[in-house]
């Protein structure tokens, strides 16, 4: 068994629009509570320029625009200010031990993180197909890694793993049985912040995991939910690709199939244009004709805008009614999480969705909700009045985290 005392794991988290790169360091133990990262850097992209961020330790902040035409251009660039410049967290590239990546869509094959070879990329490479938007940039990712730092130990860390084991009633469509053999499934995502917020809600609650019936819900520019019993998620909303269940930013969440089959007849729509029609143009947004931001909703709903009004309401009806949903897979609920952008800044989608909740036992803290939004940094907590049935906590997402905490595991255990 290797155990260096100190641990440096680099993570990697690409988004369909964002890059993110966080360090960290871990000593000889996991501390209780998540730490802050040593060095953070972010690149955004709009149009032909990327907007790089980098936050260190220290405190110091610097923003660049590069042009940025060829995505791993930019992310290698952003690689190069970890160990130069003065914002720099290393003297070299050979200081890093591990690097961790967020692979969304881990097909089939993988449940638990892997070490990166050569057969582990073919593997994710063919479950492509699943995750178009995804799968190939942690791909590149990976490439990125090995022309920089050599032969670094790389980690995978999927976001489907934490559902690989859902009971076949939840994970298997009742479309003809041979789908489950072709990988098509439920395989659910956000499953990486889905556990961590499981073992968060323990830790906040002073309970056993094993004896909690949880429901998380992750609401960023994806929205999903997950019913979590005894720490193994036993049904989640998002399915096959990450556009089931919820209503999201500018993805629909489910709609009557009949629809996709209907616009394929009526209208000669391509796959192409039905995936970018229910991905880019639906959710919020579509819904709105304003934003898929909750707090562009939000601000046009208090102007008195009827159809922001509309997209809020469809959105925590939706949600409610999901919560219901994987309440009843649990066989009832102690502890209701909400945690990501929406989930931990709007006080009202979750003073809405606890208000249509409140024939299960959830009773929000309405002043501690609201106070929220002054605390800074935001403190994971409970915001349930004291004789409320059950729990409701709102946990910051640690994606970055929870991977390098699962890199510096595989390493201790060998
Ligand atoms: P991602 O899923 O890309 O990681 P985030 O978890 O950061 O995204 O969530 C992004 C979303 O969070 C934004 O689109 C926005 O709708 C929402 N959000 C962020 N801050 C607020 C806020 N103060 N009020 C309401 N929504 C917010």
């Known amino acids: 068994m290797r155990c260096n005392l100190h641990v440096k794991i680099l993570v990697l988290n690409s988004g369909s629009s964002s890059q993110k790169i966080q360090l960290y360091e871990i000593g000889a133990a996991l501390p209780e509570h998540p730490p802050a990262s040593l060095w953070e850097g972010k690149i ?68 638990e993180p892997v070490i990166v070879t050569a057969e582990v990329k073919t593997a994710i490479a063919e479950v492509s197909a699943f995750a178009p938007l995804h799968n190939r940039e942690e791909l590149e990712g990976m490439e990125i890694i090995e022309k920089l730092l050599g032969n670094v130990p790389q980690v995978a860390v999927f976001d489907t793993g934490f559902h690989s084991q859902m009971p076949l009633e939840a994970a298997v469509y009742p479309g003809p049985y041979e789908w489950w053999a072709q990988g098509i499934h439920r395989y659910g995502f956000h499953g990486i912040n889905h556990q961590y917020c499981a073992r968060r809600a323990a830790r906040l609650l002073g309970k056993e995991l094993a004896k909690l019936r949880l429901v998380s819900c992750h609401l960023g520019n994806g929205c999903s939910l997950a019913a979590i019993r005894n720490g193994k998620s036993v049904d989640t909303t998002m399915g096959f690709t990450p556009l089931e269940g919820l209503m999201m930013g500018t993805r629909s969440g489910s709609v009557d199939p009949g629809i996709l089959t209907y616009l394929m007849r009526q209208q000669n729509l391509s796959g192409e244009q039905l995936d970018e029609l229910l991905n880019k143009r639906s959710g ?19 102007k008195g805008t009827e159809r922001a009004k509309l997209a809020f309401d469809i959105f925590v009806h939706r949600l409610a009614s999901g919560v219901g949903a994987m309440a009843a897979s649990l066989g009832g609920i102690d502890a209701l ?52 049935r059950v729990r409701v906590l709102m946990i910051r997402a640690q994606e970055e985290w929870a991977i390098s905490r699962s890199c510096w595991l595989l390493q201790i255990n060998g």
């Open 284 to 302: 919020l947004l579509g819904v709105s004709g304003i934003s898929g931001d909750m707090r562009e909703i939000v601000s046009a709903m208090k």
């Open 337 to 388: 999480v909400f945690t990501a952008g929406i989930g931990e800044n709007s006080a009202e989608v979750r003073a809405e969705a606890c208000a249509r909740l409140e024939f299960l036992g959830v009773r929000l803290d309405a002043a501690r909700n609201e106070g929220l939004a002054n605390e800074k940094p935001l403190r994971d907590q409970d915001i349930a009045l004291a004789d409320s």
């Open 44 to 111: 955004e992209w709009a149009r032909n320029e990327a907007e790089v961020s980098i936050k260190t330790l220290r405190g110091a902040v610097d923003k660049e625009r590069v042009a940025a035409a060829n995505r791993s251009v930019a992310v290698e660039h952003l690689l190069s200010r970890l160990w130069s410049g003065e914002q720099r967290a290393v003297e070299s590239p050979r200081e890093l031990d591990m690097v961790g990546h967020r692979v969304v869509h881990g097909g089939p094959h993988f449940e």
